[in-house]
Every structure is written in C-alpha cells, then in structure tokens.
C-alpha cells in the first residue's frame, strides 16, 4: 500500500492511497491511469451537465432540490428515460420513421409517442422523487408513458 499524489488531466491534484503489490509496477500503473482521468469530482460534474443538457434537449423541466439532490437526480432521470425508450422500442420507431416504411397514419404518431414520453418523464420534478425511487425508476417512467400514450391517442380519436 502506498499513498500518490495524482494530477489528474483537469489540474486537480488528490493523494490516492493505491493498494496491492507493486511487484511488476501495477500501483504506477493504476497511478498513471488515474492521472490520465479527471478527478472524481470534475467527473460527477461532467455527468451532471451532460444529464442536464440531455434534459434540455428533450424539454424536460428543471429538477428541485439542493444542488447535490438536483445533480444525482438529473442522472438517475436520464438514465431511466434512456432505458425506457429502448424498452418501448422509440429508437425502432424513429429508424422506421426515418426510412420511410411506416404508413403515413403510422408516422404521423410518432409525435404523439414523443410527447407522451417526454410528459411521463416530467411528470415528477422533485429531486427528492428520483432519487426515492431510483431503483423503480424506468419502470414507474414506462407505466406513465403508457398510461400517457393511452390518454393521448383517446384525445387523438
């Protein structure tokens, strides 16, 4: 065991106690990498802001919540809208889309699949609510969409 100081590739510098043989080099090894990483913190920094611009992207409201709350929340929201829409298959959907194999009527309900995603994962703006059910979350996100997809296509007629 042995204690390194690593600048990691942001400038920050930390003391990372690195445990195990150093017999062919594995601690200067594992130093080197942490080195070429940012650090923790500018990583969890990095996640967040790439969540919150995904967030944007979709039109996703804004969370609430202390900043820490808001941060880790707005990771376990991406990730659980991400795992719904492949559980629904919109990636499909929008391939199809795209390719022009769908029917008009078919296309034409993309939108209305989009909005209904995008208004069950808004359905919960609290922070507090995320990470509550962080391990539930893409499925409670999928019963929405569902549940929002049902109400919409009834408005639709």
């Known amino acids: ?26 601690r200067e ?3 080197a990498w ?4 940012p650090c ?3 990583e969890r920094r ?18 609430t919540g202390s900043e820490k709350q808001v941060a880790w929340a707005e990771d376990i929201r991406s990730k659980a809208v991400r795992d719904a829409e492949d559980a629904l298959g919109f990636d499909q959907s929008r391939a199809l889309v795209a390719s022009g194999t ?12 989009e909005r209904a995603l995008r208004e069950g994962a808004s359905e919960h703006a609290d922070a507090a609510w995320w990470i509550d059910n962080r391990l539930e979350a893409c499925p409670l996100v999928i019963k929405a ?4 997809i049902d109400e919409l296509f009834a408005e639709e007629g």
């Open 46 to 63: 990095a996640k967040s802001e790439a969540a919150r611009a995904w967030a944007d992207e979709m039109g996703l409201p804004g969370l």
């Open 34 to 37: 942490l080195a070429s990483k």
């Open 145 to 148: 969409v569902k549940a929002r």
């Open 102 to 113: 769908l029917t008009d009527e078919q296309a034409a309900r993309m939108p209305l699949l």
């Open 1 to 26: 065991m042995a204690k390194y100081e690593i600048t990691h590739s942001c400038g920050h510098v930390e003391t990372v106690q690195i445990y195990g043989t150093n017999v062919h080099g594995e």
């Open 29 to 31: 090894r594992r130093a």
């Open 40 to 42: 923790p913190e500018c």
